[in-house]
């Protein structure tokens, strides 16, 4: 987004203790012909509801494959198109406009893909909207002054909104726009609200207070009843425009912790803005209730044994094996109040491990259960079947994370992000798709590149998994930091020598230890007959084409880095090897050039394997449970399926667990709108 090419315009909205409150903003329509202006985006821009069946079950992915577009649809004439609008809104700090703390209001469009969505130029900024001052603390806590906020606020809206829905045409409502050079009439229609929980009830005009008699904003369940998991459909009475306006219009808003104010999307076509205020993974999960087992998780360790635990826990976090995708604090879990969303992502990818054996068999179950139930929320489409099984996940994860810490929760767990994310997320996946098209993550790091896009282009249509199976690029790649090079004429003493002069971590010994052993059953396997004039490189990494970098270093900010890998195995395989779904594991020892004469040059890497250690108890977590073998092997670079991440178990002797990719790319990194 180029904020240097729009033009803003101003307008005072009120006028309070003698001061003029001012929205600087730009024309929603100029915003949405903006965003259209976009080749690319006007190319992907989906008109219509689409029916999405996938084994012969109804789904979801997309926005508009969502119960909430269909409907919609249905409301207009069917010549006509409906234009889904996205709101974001969060007050934050800034001095764009020559103030320090401002309130910017986003504007994006449901018919975008989400994979383009997540591109900074599929965003628009609509506008900054007014923050009142009080003169004094007094008024700042009277009911007067709150009301004149909230006021303020809708007021706000309808002027920023108010030209996608009045229209003096003739033939009705709706706007025309053009797009690729025709005219389509639409029917703008907010679809979503994206935001943290105090905005989304600023939005609803709901008590912002949890201690309200009815905190959520979706539904009039009492806060006695926000830790029941086990709610019935007809033991929740839903909020729409009907009962809400029945309570304002009664003057009895009290009664259902509604505040004294009209709202402006009563009065809008097509939005229950209960629902449309959809629940925010990063805020609800990430910065919420992941916060919360953390928390609990270090006052049940230290009711246990006392500090002595905690330390540990700390200890074993500074010791997890460095990986690319992985974001570990050399320090120690300290204040949990000043991590962000992206370090409780990265804590997520190992906390599985921390506390393996730590303390009871129900502190790993909790946290293997968050990993299963925040996996399967990240996915990009959801049959009716996986709703089902993504709601019995999220049920045994709250269950267990209700009984285990149940003495350390000041509120008795009636948090109304636990009630929201357990009873109302998959009625909102039916209602505007997956959750991944409606994240603050994407907003709140507008100045991000995200990687992945060429990856969705070329299987936004397909389920990833059979992607990975089915297609592998060729790679290329671009070595760096040369440790040294010999001939192989001169390999024993070369080996001698390095090793007794340098100081070498005691993995780099044991690859030159298996160096001329292992080169050797190379050269056989290819039958090589002469070795003569053979010219050896060795590296300490290696960049491959899909940009991940394989290491093998003796010291990289202070520690070694020996990567991990997976190989797919092949019936020429030097040894027998039970593998996970045909992928095998290994430590990589050495990144190693050999050139040949009158041959290509060879790029290999020297491993040492892993091997599952039991083949009746092969998955710890979820994952396999692995040990180092004395196996050795050089395997050509381009054979290497990925790299893996790889943490020893804590406390026991050449015990390893391998943490699935999902969980450190797919599954936790801030790439998805």
């Given at each position: ?6 033009l803003y315009?101003?307008?005072?909205i009120?006028?309070?203790n ?6 600087n903003y730009?024309p929603?329509i100029?915003?949405i012909?903006n965003l259209?202006s ?6 992907l821009f989906?008109?219509d509801y689409k ?7 109804q789904?979801y ?9 269909k409907?919609?649809k ?10 889904s609008?996205?709101?974001?809104s ?7 406009l020559?103030k320090?703390?401002?309130h ?10 989400t994979?383009r969505?997540n591109?900074e130029?599929?965003?628009?900024l609509?506008?900054?909207l007014?923050i009142?001052?009080a003169k ?10 709150k ?10 809206i309808k002027?920023l909104l ?5 229209n003096d045409?003739?033939?009705g ?6 797009i690729?050079?025709?005219i389509?009439w639409f029917f703008p229609r907010v679809?979503t609200?994206?935001?943290?929980w105090?905005?989304a ?7 912002k207070?949890?201690?309200?008699n009815?905190?959520?904003?979706f ?16 033991q929740?009475?839903l909020r729409n425009?009907?009962?809400m306006?029945q309570?304002?219009?009664n003057?009895?808003t009290?009664?259902?912790?509604l505040e ?6 009563w009065?809008?076509?097509n939005?229950?803005?209960y629902?449309a205020?959809?629940p ?7 910065l ?5 087992q953390i928390e609990?998780?270090k006052?049940?360790l ?5 500090r002595s635990?905690?330390?540990k826990?700390?200890?074993?976090i ?10 570990i ?7 949990i109040?000043?991590?962000?969303a ?6 997520m990818?190992?906390m599985?491990?921390?506390v393996?054996?730590l303390?009871?068999k129900d502190l790993?179950?909790v ?6 139930m925040?996996?399967l ?5 959801f049959?009716?079947?996986d709703?089902k099984n993504?709601q ?8 267990l994370?209700?009984?285990l810490?149940g ?5 008795d767990?009636?948090?109304?992000k636990l009630h ?5 997320i998959?009625d909102?996946?039916?209602e505007?798709g997956?959750?991944?098209g409606?994240t603050t993550?994407?907003y709140?790091a507008l ?9 969705r282009l070329s ?7 059979q992607m990975?199976k ?6 290329k790649?671009?070595y760096?930091?040369?440790?040294f090079e010999?001939?192989i004429?001169?390999a024993f003493e070369?080996i001698?020598?390095y090793?007794n002069?340098?100081?070498l971590?005691?993995?780099?010994i044991?690859?030159?230890d298996?160096?001329i ?9 290819l039958k090589i007959?002469t ?9 300490r990494?290696v960049?491959?084409e899909n940009r ?6 003796n ?10 890998i ?5 019936d020429e ?5 039970q ?8 430590q990589?020892l050495?990144?190693t050039?050999?050139f040949l ?6 790029h290999?890497a020297l491993v040492q394997?892993?091997d ?10 979820g994952c396999p449970l ?10 050509e670079i381009e054979?290497?399926?990925d ?6 178990r804590?406390d026991k002797?050449?015990e390893?667990l391998q943490?699935d990719n ?12």
């Amino acid at each position: 987004m180029n904020l240097s090419r729009l033009l803003y315009y101003k307008h005072r909205i009120l006028v309070h203790n003698n001061k003029e409150y001012f929205i600087n903003y730009q024309p929603v329509i100029k915003c949405i012909e903006n965003l259209l202006s976009n080749p690319e985006i006007s190319q992907l821009f989906v008109y219509d509801y689409k029916k999405l069946e996938i084994e012969n079950e109804q789904s979801y992915g997309e926005q508009y494959t969502g119960n909430w577009w269909k409907k919609a649809k249905e409301s207009i004439p069917s010549v006509a198109y409906i234009l889904s609008i996205i709101l974001y809104s969060d007050a934050t700090t800034t001095d764009t406009l020559g103030k320090g703390s401002l309130h910017p209001i986003y504007i994006s469009l449901g018919n975008i893909p989400t994979w383009r969505r997540n591109k900074e130029d599929a965003k628009q900024l609509l506008g900054y909207l007014p923050i009142l001052s009080a003169k004094d603390e007094r008024e700042k806590k009277s009911s007067e002054f709150k009301k004149l906020v909230r006021e303020t606020f809708h007021n706000s809206i309808k002027f920023l909104l108010d030209p996608l829905f009045t229209n003096d045409d003739d033939d009705g409502d709706g706007i025309e726009l053009k797009i690729d050079n025709e005219i389509f009439w639409f029917f703008p229609r907010v679809s979503t609200i994206i935001c943290d929980w105090p905005e989304a009830c600023t939005f609803s005009l709901t008590y912002k207070s949890t201690n309200s008699n009815y905190p959520c904003h979706f539904c009039l369940v009492s806060k006695e009843n926000l830790n029941n998991t086990r709610l019935r459909d007809d033991q929740m009475v839903l909020r729409n425009k009907e009962n809400m306006l029945q309570y304002y219009n009664n003057g009895t808003t009290e009664k259902a912790s509604l505040e004294p104010v009209f709202n402006y999307f009563w009065n809008i076509p097509n939005i229950n803005v209960y629902v449309a205020t959809v629940p925010d993974r990063m805020h609800h999960l990430d910065l919420g209730l992941y916060r919360y087992q953390i928390e609990f998780t270090k006052k049940l360790l230290f009711e246990a044994e006392g500090r002595s635990l905690v330390d540990k826990m700390n200890r074993r976090i500074t010791l997890i094996p460095r990986h690319s995708e992985l974001k570990i604090f050399s320090g120690r879990l300290q204040s949990i109040a000043l991590l962000t969303a992206d370090n409780y992502r990265n804590i997520m990818k190992v906390m599985v491990f921390v506390v393996d054996d730590l303390l009871n068999k129900d502190l790993s179950e909790v946290y293997v259960k968050w990993n299963e139930m925040y996996l399967l929320s990240r996915q990009e489409t959801f049959k009716e079947s996986d709703l089902k099984n993504f709601q019995e996940a999220i049920e045994k994860w709250a269950n267990l994370f209700i009984k285990l810490f149940g003495q350390f929760s000041n509120s008795d767990f009636k948090l109304p992000k636990l009630h929201s994310w357990v009873h109302h997320i998959v009625d909102t996946i039916r209602e505007f798709g997956a959750i991944n098209g409606y994240t603050t993550e994407t907003y709140e790091a507008l100045h991000k590149t995200y990687v992945k896009i060429p990856y969705r282009l070329s299987n936004k249509k397909d389920v990833e998994e059979q992607m990975m199976k089915t297609f592998k690029t060729p790679l290329k790649f671009n070595y760096s930091s040369k440790l040294f090079e010999f001939d192989i004429s001169e390999a024993f003493e070369f080996i001698d020598k390095y090793k007794n002069e340098t100081n070498l971590d005691e993995k780099m010994i044991k690859g030159l230890d298996h160096f001329i052993q292992s080169l050797d059953s190379y050269f056989d396997l290819l039958k090589i007959s002469t070795a003569q004039g053979c010219h050896i490189k060795i590296y300490r990494s290696v960049t491959l084409e899909n940009r991940a970098i394989l290491r093998t270093t003796n010291m990289f900010h202070k520690r070694p880095w020996f990567s991990n890998i997976s190989v797919t195995m092949n019936d020429e395989e030097l040894f027998e090897y039970q593998s996970d779904n045909e992928i095998c594991y290994a430590q990589t020892l050495l990144i190693t050039e050999v050139f040949l004469k009158k041959e290509k040059s060879l790029h290999l890497a020297l491993v040492q394997w892993y091997d599952f250690i039991s083949k009746r108890t092969p998955f710890v977590y979820g994952c396999p449970l692995l040990e180092l073998t004395e196996i050795y092997n050089f395997i050509e670079i381009e054979a290497i399926e990925d790299i893996v991440h790889i943490v020893p178990r804590f406390d026991k002797t050449n015990e390893y667990l391998q943490l699935d990719n999902n969980y450190l790319i797919e599954g936790y990194n801030n790439k998805e709108f």
